[in-house]
């Protein structure tokens, strides 16, 4: 919690759910990014009971514990699943879930930044300067009823 991570990607979050006053955020927790805390998690809320039909997980390790949590208990997700799935990072396995059908979203942050940022180095470093409000990596998302295998190919990390 209060990670940049967190912090930049439970906003959207935290507004939608004071924006909507028919939904109702069940528990909001650290998993420290891991699957086994995550899994841990999503457990502890099926065990007490709650009623729940989203998972927003900031990372996609998070995603597959909370995941291996629902299979556990024969909870179905993803595209016609009870429970929406939704994770951040993109990497390969993760694309190909969502592809399948398993998760309903995955969100990129950045994770090709890596050339844009030496050029930036490179440029400072030199004497150069950068503009102010330039967007130097787009972040994408992709959705379970339009992604492709060569979205998979293309953003998997």
Not at 32 to 39: F, L, M
Not at 63 to 73: E, Q
Not at 85 to 106: K, P, S
Request: glycine fraction near 8%.
């Amino acid at each position: 919690m209060c990670s940049a991570e967190q912090i930049g990607r439970t906003t959207a979050l935290d507004d939608a759910v004071a924006a909507n006053s028919n939904w109702n955020l069940v528990t909001q927790q650290s998993a420290d990014w891991s699957a086994e805390t995550a899994q841990q998690i999503v457990q502890s809320v099926i065990d007490s009971g709650q009623s729940f039909n989203v998972i927003y997980a900031e990372n996609d390790d998070m995603a597959k514990g909370a995941v291996a949590a629902l299979d556990a208990s024969n909870i179905s997700h993803g595209v016609n699943g009870d429970v929406i799935i939704m994770g951040f990072d993109c990497n390969q396995w993760a694309l190909e879930e969502l592809l399948a059908g398993n998760w309903n979203y995955d969100g990129q942050c950045n994770p090709f930044q890596a050339d844009t940022v030496i050029e930036i180095i490179n440029t400072l470093e030199s004497g150069g300067s950068i503009a102010d409000k330039i967007i130097y990596s787009v972040e994408i998302g992709f959705d379970a009823t339009t992604i492709t295998q060569e979205d998979v190919d293309t953003y998997g990390i």
